[in-house]
């Protein structure tokens, strides 16, 4: 869209604002898709949701609804993205290591970065708690190659493709809420984690991090990562999508809170390791992945994010869903000059090392 048609797309907006039901545009300019996903994050940060997907709606009328959102838009949302309670949703479909290496080297960036920061140059033990399909794994064992790296992982279907990759590596099947080190009487130097505990029931995460550092002798390094993209449209769209009260998936999702919840804060995160803690090292850094298409999108959050809200979905069921999902993804990420999309994604990082 020229800066002209921007500006002729201002004129409208102004008119429409003021007008009862604005016009709909068949293809959203960039500064309307601008508008509709601002009000979008708006309205999903004071908690509440669009019912419907909004090609271009006008200002006043978003506003009015986020502050007063129909009575039964409100009863369902409560539900469906809960920040403060986690989700209901328990694994019960393994993950699928083939659609989720479809990225792999996208996933895999935060693992260096987050490796870079830790300060110990040779461990002797070194953990990767949910390793996936050993790719984190991987990493580790080329950093440290005298060290002893083992990867531990609640997945079948993850850690029987982990140790295909790496068959020399030890790798065992476990929950994080129960498991520990065998043999700790050699302390784990390296606890490292990437991308997993957000996975874990909310009130869970940090008093089980906390657990982990407690087992580590003075010095030892607690590393995690984990995806803040709780705000970002590609999480958003699953719930608003999830939450069309016409459609036949509300009935089965309605109930089970499918949304991660949100990753808990960085002052919450610092008071509550500092006390085990010599140093804290946190930040976030937003990655601007080029994707070919909106469809890559969804192949993306079909490995992690979307799973809870499709995995409990008949077949059909799932075509549909991915179908209105899809359909508002293209309403909130522009097409680049070159055709494809620029995926945000924000991720927060930890290196905590033991007193
Ligand atoms: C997004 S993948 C990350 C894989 C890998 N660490 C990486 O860097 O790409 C998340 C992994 O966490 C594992 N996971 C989730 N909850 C878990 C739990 N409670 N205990 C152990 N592993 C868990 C999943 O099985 C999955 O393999």
């Known amino acids: 869209m020229s800066p002209k048609g921007d500006r002729q797309s201002i004129k409208k ?44 709606p006008a200002f006043r009328q978003a506003f009015r609804t986020a502050l007063s959102p129909p009575k039964q838009q409100k009863q369902h ?3 469906m ?6 989700t209901g949703y328990r694994q019960a479909k393994d993950w699928n290591a083939t659609q989720y ?17 830790i300060p110990i140059s040779s461990p002797r033990r070194v953990v990767d708690l949910g390793c996936g399909p050993g790719n984190s794994t991987e990493v580790l ?82 590393a995690f990562q984990v995806p803040d993209n709780f705000l970002e449209p590609s999480h958003a769209m699953m719930r608003e999508t999830a939450s069309d009260a016409d459609k036949p998936w509300f009935p089965v999702l309605q109930n089970r809170q499918p949304a991660l919840a949100r990753f808990q804060s960085t002052q919450e995160i610092y008071d509550a390791l500092i006390p085990l803690c010599r140093s804290l090292n946190i930040w976030h850094t937003h990655y601007y992945h080029i994707l070919e298409s909106h469809e890559a999108v969804v192949e993306w959050v079909k490995g992690t994010g979307l799973r ?43 290196v905590a090392v033991r007193k």
């Open 13 to 56: 907006l102004r008119k429409s604002d003021i007008s009862a039901s604005p016009p709909r545009l068949a293809r959203p300019s960039r500064l309307m898709r601008f508008i509709s996903s601002s009000s979008v994050l708006y309205r999903h940060r004071l908690g509440t949701s669009i019912t419907k997907a909004e090609g271009f």
């Open 77 to 79: 949302l409560v539900r």
């Open 81 to 86: 993205s809960s920040t403060d309670t986690n």
């Open 101 to 117: 290496l479809k990225f792999e080297q996208e996933r895999t960036r935060p693992v260096h970065d987050l490796l870079a920061q």
């Open 141 to 222: 064992a080329a950093r440290w190659p005298n060290a002893q790296v083992s990867g531990m992982d609640s997945s079948p279907d993850m850690i029987e493709k982990a140790r295909g990759r790496l068959p020399d590596t030890k790798f065992e099947l476990g929950d994080l809420n129960t498991w520990a080190p065998t043999d700790n009487k050699e302390k784990v130097d390296v606890f490292f984690s990437n991308a997993v505990f957000q996975w874990v029931p909310s009130e869970k995460r940090l008093p089980l991090i906390a657990r982990f550092i407690e087992m580590q002798a003075p010095g030892g390094v607690f």
């Open 308 to 350: 809870p809200f499709i995995d409990p979905l008949s077949e059909e069921d799932k075509k549909g869903f991915v179908a209105a999902y899809l359909e508002r993804l293209k309403k909130v990420y522009s097409v680049s000059v070159d055709g494809r999309v620029l995926y945000k994604f924000p991720r927060l990082f930890v």
